[in-house]
């Protein structure tokens, strides 16, 4: 079973602050996603990758960058969080038709 | 784009009861996507319940059942009896043969069942 591990699972920040939120998955999957999930809303792709050094813009981009440093490990970065990124953020990696989650993780901006 | 529409939450089931989701897809490069439904329990990321990549075909997996309707484009999700043990969060989605951008997914429907 393929395993995408987030960390950290639980975040409080303030508003302006610099936040990192981390993924790695462990199949060497090539593609690796952000999503975001809020009520009324549903998963919101932020941006993806299809490999090391690979970004690519999803559909809610602004606010947020992403860096793809391995194969096995993306990472979200808030450099200016705001309170409307607060938020539960899903990693995701994907083998053919498959897409495997993380956990989640629930940032809060306060 | 492509979109997702499921049937809007919360929904409260007693146990053993049928529980039936709605799904309802369009999708704008392909006349037939692979369909799927996640599912999200407490604490947990979302997990593949059942998929099906053939229009006309069912898939199956705890129980759950959804057939895959290109004429009315839906992908109902079903169960005849549901346990304490099926309250979660359950995602309808839709992904063409170009992955690259992953799935759309409808907003979700959270389900209670009560003993």
């Known amino acids: 079973e393929a395993a995408v591990t987030q960390s950290p699972r639980n975040k409080v920040t303030v508003t302006g602050g610099n936040v990192t939120l981390s993924c790695r998955q462990t199949?060497?999957?090539?593609?690796m996603y952000w999503y975001r999930q809020d009520t009324g809303h549903g998963l919101r792709l932020i941006h993806y990758?299809?490999?090391?050094?690979?970004?690519q813009i999803g559909d809610v981009p602004d606010g947020y960058k992403a860096t793809r440093t391995t194969q096995e490990d993306f990472f979200l970065l808030l450099e200016l969080a705001s309170p409307s990124q607060t938020s539960l953020y899903f990693c995701?990696?994907?083998?053919?038709?498959?897409?495997?989650f993380g956990k989640g993780t629930r940032l809060t901006v306060v | 784009g492509d979109s997702v529409t499921q049937t809007e939450g919360p929904v409260t089931v007693s146990e053993s009861e049928s529980l039936i989701i709605n799904c309802t897809y369009s999708?704008?490069?392909?006349?037939?996507?692979?369909l799927f439904w996640y599912v999200r329990y407490p604490g947990e990321g979302l997990q593949l319940l059942l998929k099906v990549i053939t229009a006309g075909q069912k898939g199956s997996s705890r129980g759950f059942e959804a057939t895959y309707n290109k004429e009315t484009t839906s992908f109902h999700l079903q169960k005849a009896s549901v346990q304490e043990s099926d309250s979660a969060v359950y995602y309808c989605a839709l992904g063409e043969n170009n992955y690259a951008q992953g799935l759309t997914f409808g907003l979700g429907t959270r389900v209670s069942v009560f003993p």
């Open positions: 990758s299809y490999g090391a050094g690979n970004l």
């Open positions: 999708a704008t490069s392909i006349a037939y996507p692979n």
């Open positions: 995701a990696s994907r083998m053919e038709t498959e897409v495997f």
């Open positions: 199949n060497s999957h090539n593609y």
